[in-house]
């Protein structure tokens, strides 16, 4: 994704799925994904530029979804 974006002069921004589920003690899996978004935006704001988005190990996040999932991770779902 990296290459690609360079290929295509695009900027690059690369999250994991775990710093996007959040714990209960953190932001809500919903705002850290809404926190990536407006970073994105603000990029293509300042550079001009489309911004590709790429998150590493999405599994975490959308996974089998059970009622014993993390809240984090349901919140960062219904966010994407």
Do not use: C, W, Y
């Not at 994704?1 to 932001?27: D, H, K, P, W, Y």
């Not at 926190?35 to 988005?53: C, H, S, Y």
């Amino acid at each position: 994704a990296r290459a690609l974006s360079q290929a295509s002069e695009t900027e690059f921004i690369s999250e994991t799925g775990n710093s996007l589920v959040g714990t209960e003690m953190q932001n809500s899996g919903a705002t850290a994904v809404n926190n990536l978004f407006l970073r994105a935006r603000q990029a293509k704001i300042t550079t001009g530029r489309p911004v590709i988005i790429f998150i590493d190990e999405i599994d975490l996040i959308i996974g089998k979804r059970t009622p014993h999932n993390n809240a984090g991770a349901g919140g960062a779902t219904n966010a994407l």
